[in-house]
């Protein structure tokens, strides 16, 4: 059974840095476009950043030039997001790319605030 599990989040003061982490398991995920997705209160879950096999990567306007998207091949993703800004409020997702619609973690909560 493929799972994700999403971790890193908190709270951060505006302009503060965070760094997520994501864990998958129940295949080999090097042979996957992997992506970052998030949610935010009374939104839908959109996709943020995201990562192809050869390392190419994505990104949603609003975090071009803040976030970086990371991926060791180990099952293991990352995203660091720098120059955070209260609108990155939400819960983060790690997923592959179309995402697996069964396989959705919990998230990990991300607050910018002051």
């Known amino acids: 059974q493929v799972q994700f599990v999403e971790s890193g989040g908190g709270l951060v003061q505006p302009g503060g840095s965070l760094r997520l982490t994501c864990t998958a398991s129940?295949?080999?995920?090097?042979?996957?476009?992997m992506a970052w997705y998030r949610q935010g209160p009374g939104t839908q879950r959109e996709l943020v950043a995201s990562?192809?096999?050869?390392?190419?990567t994505n990104y949603r306007d609003p975090v071009k030039g803040r976030f970086t998207i990371s991926r060791d091949y180990s099952n293991t993703m990352y995203l660091q997001m720098n120059s955070l800004k209260p609108e990155d409020s939400a819960v983060y997702y790690c997923?592959?790319?179309?995402?697996?619609?069964?396989?959705w973690g919990q998230g990990t909560q991300v607050t910018v605030s002051s």
């Open positions: 990562a192809t096999q050869g390392g190419a």
């Open positions: 997923n592959r790319l179309p995402p697996l619609s069964n396989s």
């Open positions: 129940g295949g080999d995920f090097g042979f996957y476009p």
